[in-house]
C-alpha cells in the first residue's frame, strides 16, 4: 500500500486560508468516505481534527473543514492561526484492514 | 477521561526483541479497536497494526512474522511485541484508539508516544 500524497509545505498568512490535498487511488481514497486528518506540533502526539471526510470531532474549530473529489481529499484551514503552524496528515482507510497515511505537510504562518 | 500511557521503548541491538505497553484509562481496551503507529525520525506516520475488539489481529507488510500486538483486558493495556528489529524500525511507536465500534482506520486518541531505538 503506497503513501497517499500530500505537497510537502504550504504557508498563509495570519487570516487567510490555505488548502491541503491528499492524493491516493480508487483502493483508498476514492473508494472510501473513511478519510480524517491529524495536526501534529514538534514533539507531540497526532491529533484528530477531520473524519469521514468532513466532520469536526467535538472542540474542533470550525475553521478547519475537510472535502473529497474523486481520489483527492483536501484540509481547508481559513482565518489561519499562528497556532495552526504544525505538520497534517490525511490518512484513509484502504479496505480489509488496511489503513494508509500520507507523508505529511508543514503549514507555515507567515 | 481518555488516556494511553506508553512505555517500553529504548535503544535495542539489530536482531533483538522489545516489548511496548500501552496502559490505558478512561475505557476499554477490549471493547476497541487498538492500533500501534509509527513515526521514523523526521519522517511521516505509518499505520503498522491493529487489534480488533473480537481479538483479530492484523499487521502492516513492513512488521508482519516479526511483530506481534495483544492486550491484557485485567490490566486494560495494550501491547506490541516486537522481535528481529532492524534499523529501519526506529521510531517513535503511538498507540491509538480507533474511533468506531467498527474498523475504520480512524483515530481518536493517541498516546504520547516511545522512541524504539534499533543499533548497534
Known amino acids: 500500500q503506497s503513501a497517499l500524497t500530500q505537497p510537502r509545505s504550504v504557508s498563509g498568512s495570519p487570516g487567510q486560508s490555505v488548502t491541503i490535498s491528499c492524493t491516493g487511488t480508487?483502493?483508498?481514497?476514492?473508494?472510501?468516505?473513511?478519510v480524517s486528518w491529524y495536526q501534529q506540533h514538534p514533539g507531540k502526539a497526532p491529533k484528530f481534527m477531520i473524519y469521514d471526510v468532513s466532520k469536526r470531532p467535538s472542540g474542533v474549530p470550525d475553521r478547519f473543514s475537510g472535502s473529497k473529489s474523486g481520489n483527492t481529499a483536501s484540509l481547508t484551514i481559513s482565518g489561519l492561526q499562528a497556532e495552526d503552524e504544525a505538520d497534517y496528515y490525511c490518512c484513509s482507510y484502504a479496505g480489509s484492514y488496511a489503513v494508509v497515511f500520507g507523508g505529511g505537510t508543514k503549514l507555515t504562518v507567515l | 477521561e481518555v488516556q494511553l500511557v506508553e512505555s517500553g521503548g529504548g535503544l535495542i541491538q539489530p536482531g533483538g526483541s522489545l516489548r511496548l505497553s500501552c496502559a490505558a484509562s478512561g475505557f476499554t481496551v477490549s471493547s476497541s479497536y487498538m492500533s500501534w503507529v509509527r513515526q521514523a525520525p523526521g519522517k511521516g506516520l505509518e499505520w503498522v497494526s491493529v487489534?480488533?475488539?473480537?481479538?483479530?489481529?492484523y499487521y502492516a507488510d513492513s512488521v508482519k512474522g516479526r511483530f506481534t500486538i495483544s492486550r491484557d483486558n485485567s490490566k486494560n493495556t495494550l501491547y506490541f511485541q516486537m522481535n528481529s528489529l532492524r534499523a529501519e524500525d526506529t521510531a517513535v511507536y503511538y498507540c491509538?484508539?480507533?474511533?468506531?465500534?467498527?474498523?475504520?482506520?480512524?483515530?481518536?486518541?493517541w498516546g504520547q508516544g516511545t522512541l524504539v531505538t534499533v543499533s548497534s
Open positions: 480508487t483502493s483508498d481514497v476514492g473508494n472510501y468516505n473513511y
Open positions: 487489534i480488533y475488539s473480537g481479538g483479530s489481529t
Open positions: 491509538a484508539r480507533g474511533y468506531y465500534d467498527f474498523w475504520s482506520g480512524t483515530f481518536d486518541y
